[in-house]
């Protein structure tokens, strides 16, 4: 069993930036996350394998940066220029393969709350 827990979110104004970071209980090859904004379906946003392989979605790319680090254990996402929209739950998952799909992971993290005010 692979724990993860995400730290990061809040609150804060368009234009601003935030920074999620995941940490997993051990090594997976795949981690990424992933949002679900109100009465929308969970959505992919960013994925990354321990060899630095990185998938984007296009509503965010330019805008946020997915690193691995600690012995590709702790997981980060860079949220800059954040707007009304990128308003969700975010959530890090761990998986065996690199997957722009939530149901290709296996292990998910409890969630943390963005909220981006106009």
């Known amino acids: 069993q692979v724990q993860l827990v995400e730290s990061g979110g809040g609150s804060v104004q368009a234009g601003g930036s935030l920074t999620l970071s995941c940490a997993a209980s051990q090594y997976i090859y795949c981690m990424g996350w992933f949002r679900q904004r109100p009465g929308k379906e969970r959505e992919g946003v960013a994925q990354?394998?321990?060899?630095?392989?990185?998938t984007y979605a296009d509503s965010v790319k330019g805008r946020f940066t997915i690193r691995r680090e600690g012995a590709k254990k702790i997981m980060q996402l860079q949220m800059s220029d954040l707007k009304p929209e990128d308003t969700a739950m975010y959530s890090c998952?761990?998986?065996?393969?690199?997957?722009?799909?939530?149901?290709?992971?296996?292990?998910w993290g409890q969630g943390t709350q963005v909220t981006v005010s106009s």
């Open positions: 998952a761990a998986g065996v393969v690199v997957s722009t799909n939530p149901q290709m992971y296996t292990y």
């Open positions: 990354i394998s321990s060899e630095g392989i990185t």
